[in-house]
């Protein structure tokens, strides 16, 4: 009995907000937060009797698009239901969704997890997809304490949504998290949705339930233990700690010789705790039924259209940032999760590739030295873009959209750091300068003298200047303090105001003392 353990079985319920115009049925805008309640809202979208939903066909792309990108089979036919319950929120009584025929179903995800994140064996995880259907969002409670009332705001009442149901298939709360990071930055190169979480643009519901598990990692027991599902975690974070919290829970109950029940679980982001809502409902209790005031759908001439439009995808952007132009993972991994840096990141890649294709005489094109310079050549783009132009970037309030340097100049910035016409610490000054002024660096670095002194008589002449002014300090290095030899060549950077060569310094006094 000892070498029995549980692990989690882990699905998610992840309701996507699609970025249209107008609402799902109706022809009010699709507004955020920010718009005053109840300012877009229309007798179809608070269900007055009568009131007909017309079918926004841009919501139905926007799903099939979703579907496709996850892998899934879009049939040729889909349809709407109506989905019964009666709460405050839903004036119709009902929620317009998908049942039996949804637009997307049998899919699925694969993504990487860090090495630290990742269970053994598991550092590729594939997640099938249950389906993708769309539905009408809400409206929107707001509960106000002080009145002890609450008012309802019909906004969001009718705004599209694709509810992306997975299989059971992430076996750790990291691997959820990471699932819903990458689903995210999807969804946004996809153009269907913000997906902010934060914002509640893309929401999430975890249901976990624990697995015994025998010595041989084989299930010990007959089907699943009931799941206990937790409602609206509106954080990546939120995700990781309600799942880990409740599988804590769940494993105590175990422990204790009870089995947990199915229920629907909140969390509560202050107490770090999930607490009990309502016990689960069943399909049953929906009273699913096909929609008559909507014709069926049709999806094969859309589903063809989709297909050839979709976009790269994250995921393929970062193996080709890798692979391609020799960035690292977590380079990679930055350019593809903020957008605008892909584009410019590529263009500087590609202007320093032309001209070391042009410069490079110890190769012929595509050969190794070549390819060697290229990595060297790619380390030092991704270094400066991810720190450095970043940093400027923040400490002036920028975006990578407002940047005054062309990719070109970038590029040129960089050979004058990798020819060493110019130290790093100079550099930095003239990305700055390049950054207010969107100037090329030449010209800046001559205006503003920041070029790398590379002439040895100059040089020379320097230090035999310094080591005239420093006559204590030669002494004492002589007399074997040669911790001293950095501190002349401070302050050989000093009077050159950085433009020496630290290194060739160094050698210089060396040389001069005869050490
Ligand atoms: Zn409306
Ligand atoms: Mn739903």
């Known amino acids: 009995m000892s070498s029995i353990r549980h692990i989690p079985i882990i699905g998610l319920e992840i309701h996507v907000r699609l970025k249209t115009k107008t609402k799902m049925f109706c022809a009010c805008a699709n507004v955020d937060e920010t718009t005053p309640p109840n300012t877009a809202i229309c007798p179809v979208c608070t269900g007055q009797p009568g009131a007909l939903p017309a079918l926004n066909a841009e919501a139905v792309r926007l799903g099939v698009r979703v579907g496709l990108a996850l892998g899934c089979t879009i049939p040729d036919h889909a349809h709407f239901d109506r989905k019964n319950y009666f709460y405050p929120d839903l004036p119709k009584g009902y929620q317009i969704s998908q049942y039996d025929f949804p637009i997307a179903q049998l899919g699925h995800f694969a993504f990487d997890l860090p090495k630290q994140d990742a269970l053994p064996e598991r550092e590729r995880v594939r997640i099938g997809i249950t389906r993708a259907h769309l539905e009408e969002d809400a409206a929107k409670n707001i509960h106000d304490a002080t009145s002890a009332t609450s008012l309802i705001d019909f906004n969001r009442a009718g705004v599209p949504l694709t509810e992306i149901v997975t299989e059971p298939d992430f076996r750790s709360p990291a691997e959820a998290k990471i699932f819903l990071q990458e689903l995210q930055l999807l969804l946004r190169a996809l153009n269907v949705s913000e997906a902010d979480m934060e914002k509640g643009y893309m929401r999430c519901d975890a249901n976990v339930s624990l697995m015994a598990i025998d010595e041989h990692n084989l299930p010990a027991q007959h089907g699943y233990n009931p799941k206990v599902e937790i409602k609206n975690l509106n954080s990546f974070r939120a995700v990781e700690r309600a799942l880990k919290f409740e599988i804590d829970r769940q494993d105590k109950l175990i422990a204790a010789g009870e089995i947990p029940v199915g229920a629907t679980r909140g969390w509560d982001e202050n107490k770090g705790e999930t607490f009990e809502q309502r016990l689960k409902e069943t399909n049953a209790d929906y009273r699913y039924f096909p929609e008559p005031d909507l014709p069926p759908l049709t999806l094969t001439d859309m589903r063809e259209t989709e297909k050839v439009r979709l976009p790269e995808f994250p995921i393929a952007t970062r193996a080709r940032l890798q692979n391609e132009w020799g960035f690292s993972a977590d380079d990679a991994r930055f350019f593809v999760t903020n957008a605008g840096w892909v584009t410019y990141a590529e263009e500087v890649m590609s202007e320093l ?72 610490a100079n550099a930095q000054k003239l990305l700055a300068l390049m950054l207010e002024h969107g100037t090329d660096p030449s010209h800046l670095l001559e205006e503003h003298n920041l070029g790398q002194l590379n002439d040895p008589a100059a040089l020379a002449k320097t230090v035999v200047e310094v080591l005239e002014q420093n006559v204590e300090q030669v002494v004492q290095i002589r007399a074997g303090k040669v911790q001293l030899i950095k501190w002349l060549v401070g302050v050989i950077m000093k009077s050159t105001e950085g433009r020496a060569n630290p290194t060739q310094a160094e050698m210089e006094i060396k040389k001069q003392l005869g050490i």
């Open 353 to 424: 590739g032309a001209w070391l294709e042009a410069t490079d005489k110890r190769g012929e094109s595509g050969s190794e030295i070549l390819n060697e310079r290229k990595r060297e050549l790619s380390k030092l783009a991704g270094g400066w873009l991810t720190s450095k132009l970043v940093g400027l970037l923040s400490t002036t309030n920028q975006t990578i959209y407002d940047i005054k340097i062309s990719a070109e100049d970038f590029a040129e910035f960089l050979h004058l750091i990798d020819d060493q016409t110019i130290n790093s």
